[in-house]
């Protein structure tokens, strides 16, 4: 072996170990540890370096479909591998690539594959791609997508692949008002990722998940005179929302590509590039595939359009869970069609990585044509100095390394940045419900000193010039926020204790809490772990984390201060409101007796009962007026012999058969 080949192994070794952990980090624990860039530019030159050797050692990612999956749902193997595509950056080879066929041209979305099968009409399986041989089981969750259709006309065995995706307008809506992070999602990708795997498909249902079907692998007795096309116009008179494609030959496709790239700027759905499927599926399917891509299609990457500028400085971002991000300011470049002169560098090793220091000429892109990122660091003087104070607050910063990745954190847990989250409970909607509050007006006001505590949001008076002239309030803003302050002030106990975000209290067991102890809160405070116990969904972990807020002096100052602020109403009692203690119910489908689902469960509460949504061995009563339905609720209340009710079922129950709304 040559000195040259040697070398060049050394490199491609280096280079599967980086890349490798890159795919780990990202795929499995929602972390970036080097950019879309670098990681392109170190893949390419893997498979420059294994053409040139002719060498392929084992484990590169070049062969690998994709990384392991780890998850406590179901696995299942595939029938036939999911394959990866290969790809190019170039429209020419593209048109090479089709020659004189036909094709589909449609969107690369970013999200999560998933595999549906379809019996007798019923979606009975939903499979995630996991590493393109085993997949996770998410039929559950699949089922609470928001459009896949549950039931379809056709009859016979249906297999399609598509892509859970969560579009841009409910990624930016849920990271604004979600209370159950630490911290805002970095892309919709993670956040579907997450979403369609979660143990809990409320959780699911919540997320808002599409489905965007682009294969169809399975349909029996079905003739499609060898078309794609023909396949997808049928799955979408199945009822399936199809990924939007345009027919191309060698000719037509740099137009539709143009199309495309002009249309991404404000496409809704994330999107990484572009797939060319050929039209004609025997000739696409007697092509074969390789050890790792399908040769009957391609993707398209969007080639960087790429910028050199100037490094002005290190802009230090402080967040809610005390992560202090660095973010490269730089003269204003056009990118994409549009002037970009911020970029976020994701942590310090990255940081550190490309050397970077005030004045240095650096290259900046767009990842997908949308996110800023630095390509490259051309000087590499690497004069950036780590802020030893938090920007917020002052107080000390200490560098953790979590894995091989090292992060700025904030030390002072008094500040300010991270009392976003304890005040976006406090006036979220099931606590005081303050309306206008956003995270981003709590955040001006925390960083302008107007908000210390909680007692602080009702004496916005204090600052009324300051708030009207910040950048977009006003005079309008100003009134329209102390009016739903005011309106806040009335407010029950339950929802005053929910909002103190105390660990594992939620809205159901503050109101146990108050029934409990009869709406005395000095009591409650003060109260010891074998009083809590007794209360119905209060175990020894939540009693721990009661007695353990209510220990500090800081935290009864707070509530005391709040309290002074709020008149309590008072809920009256009566002798029915111990008639369901103890019983679990789930509400699903649609109410005739009561205004709708949540004045039932407020019913139900009321009477010592508690609301899930899910059926589970600890359900006692399903509430569904459509009693005799096949709806996964009845299905799995049937198999663990769970009483159904209707609405009139339980009005009998709870002795209320005259129930008004």
């Known amino acids: 072996m040559g000195e040259n080949q040697s070398t060049d192994l050394i490199r491609m070794k280096e280079l599967t170990a980086r890349l490798l952990e890159a795919s780990k980090t990202y795929y499995q624990e929602s972390r970036e540890i080097m950019s879309n860039f670098e990681y392109d530019q ?20 070049t062969q690998k479909v994709g990384y392991e999956i780890l998850s406590e749902l179901p696995k299942e193997a595939h029938e036939a591998p999911m394959l990866s595509l290969d790809k190019t950056k170039e429209v020419t080879e593209l048109q090479s690539w089709l020659g004189t066929q036909e094709a589909l041209i449609s969107w690369k979305l970013d999200g999560l594959t998933i595999v549906l099968t379809y019996e007798g009409g019923e979606l009975v399986k939903a499979v995630t791609r996991g590493n393109g041989e085993i997949g996770e089981v998410i039929t559950n969750n699949a089922r609470v997508f928001a459009n896949i259709p549950l039931k379809i006309a056709y009859p016979g065995q249906l297999i399609l692949r598509g892509e859970a995706v969560i579009k841009y307008s409910d990624f930016n809506r849920i990271n604004g008002e979600i209370e159950d992070v630490d911290a805002k999602y970095k892309n919709p990708r993670n956040l579907c990722s997450g979403s369609v795997r979660q143990l809990n498909n409320q959780i699911t249902a919540q ?90 299609s391609i993707a398209f990457k969007w080639a960087d359009e790429i910028r050199e500028t100037h490094l002005q400085e290190i802009e230090w971002s402080a ?45 900046v892109y767009k990842a997908n044509m949308i996110i800023p990122q630095i390509a490259e660091n051309l000087t590499r003087s690497g004069k950036i100095r780590i802020p030893g104070q938090c920007p917020v607050c002052g107080g000390a910063t200490e560098i953790r390394q979590m894995n091989d990745v090292r992060s700025l954190y904030c030390t002072n847990p008094d500040c300010q940045a991270k009392k976003i989250k304890s005040f976006a409970l406090l006036v979220s909607r099931d606590a005081l419900n303050i309306d206008g509050f956003s995270e981003a007006t709590l955040e001006k006001f925390i960083a ?73 809160f000095d009591r409650m405070r003060h109260a010891k772990a074998e009083e809590l116990i007794l209360v119905d969904g209060i175990g020894a972990v939540l009693a721990d984390a009661w007695i353990a807020y209510f220990q500090s002096e800081k935290n009864n100052q707070l509530v005391d201060g709040l309290l002074a602020e709020l008149t309590i109403e008072q ?19 649609s109410v005739e007796h009561f205004a709708n689902r949540k004045v039932l469960q407020e019913v139900i509460e009321a009477r010592g009962g508690k609301v899930t949504g899910s059926v589970t061995a600890k359900t006692t009563y399903l509430i569904n007026n459509d009693v005799a339905s096949n709806s996964s609720k009845n299905k799995k209340a049937k198999e663990l012999g769970i009483p159904i009710l209707s609405e009139q079922d339980f009005l009998e129950l709870i002795g209320e058969n005259d129930h008004a709304n």
């Open 448 to 520: 302008a000193g107007f908000i210390h505590t909680y007692a602080d949001i009702f004496h916005l008076d204090r600052h009324q010039e300051a708030i009207i002239s910040m950048e977009g309030l006003g005079q309008r803003s100003y009134d329209n926020l102390t009016a739903a302050v005011k309106k806040a002030s009335d407010t029950t106990l339950p929802r005053v204790i929910y909002g103190l975000g105390i660990a594992g209290i939620g809205l159901a067991n503050a109101k146990m809490l108050c029934r409990e102890f009869h709406s005395d």
């Open 571 to 589: 809920e009256a009692e009566s002798q029915e409101e111990a008639v369901l203690a103890g019983e679990t119910f789930v509400i699903t489908g």
């Open 207 to 296: 997320r808002n998940v599409n489905f965007e079907a682009f294969a169809l692998v399975r349909a029996e007795n079905v003739d499609f005179h060898n078309s794609r096309e023909a396949q997808f116009q049928w799955l979408k008179q199945q009822g399936f929302d199809v990924v939007e494609y345009r027919r191309v030959t060698a000719e037509t496709l740099p137009e539709a590509v143009s199309e495309f790239a002009e249309k991404i700027q404000t496409y809704d759905i994330p999107s990484d590039g572009l797939v060319l499927l050929l039209e004609d599926i025997a000739y696409g399917e007697s092509l074969g595939r390789t050890a790792k891509f399908p040769r009957n």
């Open 42 to 61: 170190m893949y390419d030159e893997l498979l420059k370096l294994e053409a040139e050797t002719g060498t392929v050692l084992a484990g590169s990612p």
């Open 319 to 363: 967040s809610r869970t005390g992560l202090i991000n660095p973010v490269a300011i730089f003269e204003p470049v056009e990118l994409e069609g549009t002037t970009v002169s911020r970029a976020s560098v994701h942590n310090i090793s990255i940081m550190e990585a490309l050397e970077l220091g005030e004045g240095d000429t650096i290259t």
